[in-house]
């Protein structure tokens, strides 16, 4: 779930009082624009994209208007604009009109869940306005610090001091920065970052903080994401009937990660685990169908609602069905064996057989009478299969997988459909 852009992020950052550059979203009129770029001499024209896609500025998808037609005529192009980085492709819904911030200092700013340091984390620069990894090692620090205690300001200033930063910015960023740790923290975030910061000086010459861009992820399965008063749609990033039902089934119990791979895949992965599904989506590649995180102990029904959706819409292309997770902990594997069992009776029921291989790979709690509902089940509907205990090799079973599917495509199929007396589809 990914938050990008100042239209929101604004609003959120008010919420701790944190400055920001001033901000009118796509309804905004002619009248509000050109006093907008009365007041700040000029205003910088974003398209609104759902989530990260990429760098917008260096596509030519950023552009600066210092009188209305200008900045109508920038509306007029940006409005709709397509941006594709890799496989991510986005259109836009809108633009932003943002007033722009005179600065001699811009500064990089980011807290994140660092895997390195097993600890919230602060990364921090002087030298903003860029992407941080084009800074060299002395330009930019990470310091993990303690979440019990929060961002402290000493910590603010320790790491500008380190950095040898010009002595006008210090104060005024140990001031502010530590507030963002109220919002990271509060609301059920994973990553925040703003860059650039730009520091506008006032009548005074006092350095204040302005933040002129923003970005931010949350934890999903976090509730207190949901105080924020945020639109749920504004965290769909992909139209699919699939994945919009699987979304749907979000519940306190139970994770729904779903991301579909190769809509034209032969192996349906449902998966548990993030380290297996990463493995999962690694090895098999464009043979999966989707990419998948079922874990974090669903109960039966929610689990056999995802199991249906699955087999809703995916079943009749594939080859494959592959039920795989790591040695779990927490998770009842007897209650989500049983509930994709059922669910895959209920689907044969439904709609008719389908000529499918049977892989399943897990460990856990009640292990083996989750493989005796899927032994059974299978046996019942004259399904092949093979199951794999927790001390498999995990990499060795998603290989087993990926040689069903080769066998299935060379003539497999066509034999499995004919045990189940069907005609083999194409």
Aim: include cysteine; charged fraction near 20%.
């Amino acid at each position: 779930m990914q938050l990008t852009g100042m239209l929101h992020g604004a609003k959120l950052l008010r919420f701790v009082g944190f400055p920001t550059s001033e901000v009118l979203g796509p309804d905004a009129n002619e009248e509000q624009i050109k006093a907008l770029i009365q007041r700040e001499g000029s205003v910088f024209v974003k398209p609104v994209f759902k989530g990260g896609v990429g760098k917008k500025g260096k596509s030519g998808l950023i552009a600066r208007a210092s009188d209305l037609k200008t900045a109508l005529k920038e509306k007029e192009r940006l409005y709709f604009a397509e941006h594709r980085v890799g496989d991510v492709f986005a259109k836009a819904q809108g633009v932003t009109f943002e007033g722009a911030v005179p600065a001699q200092h811009e500064i990089y700013f980011s807290i994140t869940d660092s895997t390195q340091f097993r600890a919230p984390t602060m990364t921090l620069s002087h030298r903003g306005g860029v992407d941080i990894e084009e800074l060299g090692k002395d330009e930019v620090t990470q310091v993990p610090f303690d979440a019990l205690t929060g961002l402290k300001a000493f910590v603010v200033a320790n790491a500008l001091t380190a950095l040898r930063a010009p002595m006008p910015i210090i104060s005024p960023l140990v001031q502010h920065l530590p507030k963002l740790w109220e919002l990271y923290h509060d609301f059920g975030m994973t990553t925040l970052e703003l860059n650039p910061i730009r520091m506008r000086p006032d009548a005074t010459d006092r350095l204040t903080p302005v933040a002129c861009d923003f970005k931010c992820s949350f934890d999903r399965d976090d509730s207190r994401w949901q105080r924020l008063g945020l639109a749920a749609h504004l965290f769909a990033s992909d139209y699919s009937d699939f994945e919009q039902e699987i979304n749907e089934l979000r519940t306190y119990q139970g994770q729904s990660d779903v991301y579909v791979i190769n809509p034209g895949g032969t192996i349906l992965a449902p998966t548990f685990g993030g380290g297996a599904n990463s493995l999962v989506s690694e090895i098999l590649g464009d043979d999966a169908i989707i990419s998948s995180d079922f874990g974090g102990n669903p109960p039966y029904e929610k689990m056999k609602q995802v199991a249906r959706i699955c087999f809703k819409h995916w079943l009749k292309q594939t080859n494959v069905l592959f039920v795989i997770g790591g040695k779990s902990s927490n998770t009842d594997i007897y209650e989500t064996l049983r509930a994709v069992a059922d669910a895959l009776r209920e689907h044969f029921s439904a709609y008719g057989p389908a000529p499918i291989y049977v892989v399943v790979g897990r460990g856990g709690p009640n292990l083996v009478r989750g493989m005796g509902a899927m032994r059974d089940t299978m046996d019942a509907l004259g399904l092949p299969y093979r199951i794999f205990g927790f001390d498999s090799d995990i990499s060795e079973v998603i290989l087993y997988a990926k040689a069903v599917d080769a066998w299935m495509k060379s003539g497999g199929r066509a034999q499995i459909a004919a045990g189940l007396n069907m005609v083999a589809a194409a």
